[in-house]
């Protein structure tokens, strides 16, 4: 049986790419609204009603408002805001974080994608605290970076606009000074620390890519572990998995650089451990589509989990830039 999606709010950023993944699929059906209908209510509705899944890429508000406007009790929703991602009502979309998780995903009918740089933080903390290498009430610093996708459309304009300031043109700017990204919530809660994490993200001059980097003083951690442990216990985590690597010691250390857009276009993420020679201190790193199994291909992932779908179906290629 082909299964009907619903992309409420298909036309941003997040919901193109989705579309991409999905409209030459032969097992499922798109539901689409003409361009005059998409922020009418009883249109809007309809759609969702009829959904056997629909997927929400909508501001934080306006995803709860098309939470309840669904009457239907065997429609399930993914959503890609912010809205849902510490609600214990609703199921975390991140099927890797734990050996539980996506048992709990194929069994939702309320799932919240999450965020792009949490994605990639959860991957990289939360193994080591549930093997006891992180204390949960150890501090936590998070240094990232995204491409200019990762704001939406009106980032995106202003950094495509021919016109713009010239501040945004440069290759990279640190924001979110004020130590309260709205990210921080989601990476506190599903990391299992005590603390919210010092975070620090920016923005890079380029479309889309993300690399994320947790910086570890191994001297500071109860036992002292060596990089190769740190190692060790982020591929246990993930081994087997499809979308989640983590790079062997020898080939993180025959790194010169990372390249933040390595893995554009794909559901991939890639884990490193890199350490200093005396082994006492490490640097956790993921590289990461923000759009990809940052946010699209995340979607796809969780849908295709709670329809009993093939996992890979609209994930094995890369989507074009």
Request: net charge negative.
């Amino acid at each position: 049986m082909t299964a009907r999606i619903f992309i409420d709010g298909e036309a941003g950023t997040t919901g193109l790419q989705i579309r991409g993944r999905l409209e030459s699929r032969a097992d499922v059906q798109l539901i689409r609204l003409a361009e005059g209908e998409r922020k009418d209510p009883a249109a809007r509705a309809c759609a969702l009603n009829e959904a056997d899944l629909a997927i929400l890429c909508l501001p934080d508000a306006a995803a709860r408002e098309a939470v309840g406007l669904i009457e239907n009790p065997q429609t399930r929703v993914i959503d890609a805001s912010t809205a849902y991602r510490t609600d214990p009502d609703w199921t975390y979309g991140f099927p890797e974080l734990d050996r539980a998780q996506t048992a709990k995903v194929k069994a939702a009918k309320r799932v919240s994608n999450p965020g792009c740089y949490p994605t990639g933080v959860l991957a990289l903390i939360r193994p080591l605290v549930d093997a006891g290498l992180l204390p949960k009430d150890f501090p936590v610093t998070v240094n990232a970076v995204s491409g200019y996708s990762g704001g939406g459309k009106d980032l995106i304009r202003r950094y495509e606009d021919a016109a713009a300031p010239d501040h945004l043109k440069n290759a990279y700017r640190a924001y979110a000074l004020g130590l309260a990204h709205k990210h921080i919530p989601e990476i506190r809660v599903h990391s299992g620390l005590d603390h919210a994490p010092l975070f620090v993200p920016a923005v890079g001059n380029y479309y889309k890519g993300m690399l994320v980097q947790v910086p570890l003083q191994l001297w500071a951690l109860p036992g002292r572990p060596t990089p190769e442990e740190l190692r060790k216990a982020l591929a246990e985590r993930f081994a087997g998995q499809d979308f989640v690597s983590v790079a062997s010691a020898t080939e993180s250390a025959s790194q010169e650089d990372l390249d933040p857009e390595g893995l554009n276009g794909s559901n991939d993420m890639r884990l490193h451990v890199f350490g200093n020679a005396a082994g006492d201190q490490a640097v956790l790193a993921a590289v990461l589509d923000n759009l990809g199994k940052g946010a699209s291909g995340a979607a796809v992932q969780n849908m295709n989990l709670m329809l009993g779908l093939d996992p890979q179906a609209g994930l094995a290629t890369r989507l074009a830039a």
